[in-house]
């Protein structure tokens, strides 16, 4: 009865986001309670799990589920976002990209579009890089030839892979403090499992795409570009930007004091009074803080408006990203709590399924099922952290695996579908030719590497 109660679960939160359009936050507290009461039904004359005996009990998981996400990541969260502001307005976006560009030269410039789409993904969120990007590389194809739908891959995958993998974004701090790993640790392999699914799904997937492309002799309309190039050209003469160095050092800051807080351990005596202090400025809010505080002081000369208009304008964006991630908490802890996860995690242990690949398949469906790949992290997070914690596989790998999961497959319900579809004027069968199946490359990929790294988990450091 209760993998019913689920599947009815994911139909209506499916109905709610995709038929009736209902906001995300609000489907997924709707159908957070309508589980809970459905799953309460289920237990009417037998006994049911611990603290899940009444309506009340409904409640109490739903609010204290929402908070408990919302206290992990929401500091970090709302930092990210002032912190990538800092980055985008100062014009230290521009720099990195061109910087790049310069690098490999036009020849390769899927390499750069990738690796510069990588860079800003971990401090912008997605549709704002698309809007970066979007005129740049329009015009990058009508010169070099390359592939539009190529070029949306590269930069669509780079971006979802650091927006799904890596720290400060919301969706893989959310994973790491539902599974209780450390978010250092985590960030480190991470980070380099989402490099190989950008490079496996964003330039490889997209050079053959780009093949078949050429080899067809396929063709985009560029006739709007000339205005766009010229308002383009207009804003960027404006004013001064920050150098691309600059604009690193920005991200790198908090990243650094998040590595050093999270491995000295491994280094250094317990009782050490050094290690207590990297401790405390690798904490993820005192890092991030103090990010946002040196991005601020770097780019204030570079910046067209106040920084205190800037830090308000980063608190407004952020507001709705943090309910949808409290719900979809939320949501994930109702099906904990009534054993719901359970019953999933225990059916597809029956298929002998290792459990990366059943942290996988849980997030990949609810990424198809929702459109969102916050929503599926949360809520996977939720469902397989007891069965990772007692699998003997690193709850680290798990983690990987879960947020590889939310990858790709992106159909029509996503919203970042249709932006990707808009911004580089690219029709349905196009986006899914170039973001659904390439992010799904690059979901597979990860899921591999993190399978390999498991044979090797008890000689890497943190795996153990």
């Known amino acids: ?46 006994t049911p799990p611990a603290g899940f005996a009444s309506i009340t009990d409904v409640v109490a998981t739903v609010t204290n589920n929402f908070g408990a996400t919302l206290g992990s990541i929401g500091i970090v969260t709302g930092l990210g ?12 976006i521009d720099s990195i990209v061109d910087s790049v560009l310069r690098a490999v030269g036009p020849k390769r410039s899927q390499y750069a579009v990738s690796t510069a789409g990588f860079i800003t993904g971990i401090p912008v969120f997605g549709d704002v890089v698309y809007i970066m990007f979007a005129p740049m590389l329009r015009v990058l194809s009508k010169k070099t030839g390359y592939s539009m739908v190529a070029y949306g891959c590269a930069i669509s995958v780079a971006t979802t892979c ?47 795409v780009n093949k078949i492309d050429q080899k067809n002799g396929r063709t985009w309309d560029f006739s709007d570009l000339d205005t766009e190039t010229a308002e383009t050209a207009s804003e960027s003469a404006s004013r001064e930007k ?24 491994f280094l ?21 803080t103090i990010g946002v505080l040196y991005g601020a002081f770097i780019s204030r000369k570079y910046l067209p408006r106040s920084i205190t208009d800037i830090m308000t304008s980063g608190a407004d964006k ?29 059916g597809l242990q029956g298929f002998n399924m290792p459990i990366l690949v059943m942290c996988f398949v849980i997030a990949q469906v609810l990424r198809i099922a929702t459109g969102s790949t916050t929503v599926a992290l949360t809520t996977t997070a939720a469902i397989v952290s007891t069965a990772a914690a007692a699998s003997g596989v690193s709850p680290i790998l798990c983690a990987i ?23 580089f004027h690219l029709n349905e069968v196009d986006t899914i030719r170039g973001w659904t199946l390439g992010g799904f490359v690059a979901g597979v990929t990860i899921l591999v590497f993190a399978c390999i790294l498991s044979l090797f988990q008890g000689f890497l450091p943190g795996l153990i």
Not at 173 to 194: E, K, P, S, T, W
Not at 406 to 417: E, V
């Open 1 to 46: 009865m209760l993998l019913l109660v689920f599947l009815i679960s994911i139909a209506v939160l499916l109905f709610c986001i995709i038929k009736v359009k209902l906001n995300a936050f609000v489907a997924l507290l709707v159908c957070a309670y309508g589980t809970g009461l459905m799953a309460l039904a289920t237990y009417i004359g037998g």
């Open 81 to 92: 976002v002032m912190l990538g502001m800092f980055m985008y307005e100062s014009g230290g």
């Open 162 to 208: 650091t927006f799904a993998l890596v720290l400060p974004t919301a969706p893989p701090l959310a994973v790491a403090a539902a599974m209780d790993i450390n978010v250092g640790i985590f960030f480190f392999y991470a980070l380099i499992a989402a490099f190989i699914g950008m490079f496996a799904g964003g330039i490889v997937y997209g050079g053959i």
């Open 242 to 265: 920050m150098g691309a160095m600059k604009a690193l050092s920005i991200l790198l800051v908090p990243i650094v004091l998040i590595l050093l807080g999270s491995f000295s351990a």
């Open 268 to 288: 250094l005596p317990a009782d050490s009074t050094l290690l207590k202090v990297l401790a405390f400025l690798g904490d993820k809010n005192v890092s991030m």
């Open 318 to 346: 952020v507001g709705l990203i943090l309910l949808i991630t409290g719900a979809g908490g939320a949501y994930g802890g109702i099906l904990k709590a009534c054993g719901i996860a359970t019953v999933i995690t225990d």
């Open 401 to 423: 695996a879960v947020c590889a999961g939310g990858i790709g497959l992106s159909l029509p319900n996503d919203s970042g579908f249709w932006a990707i579809s808009r911004f």
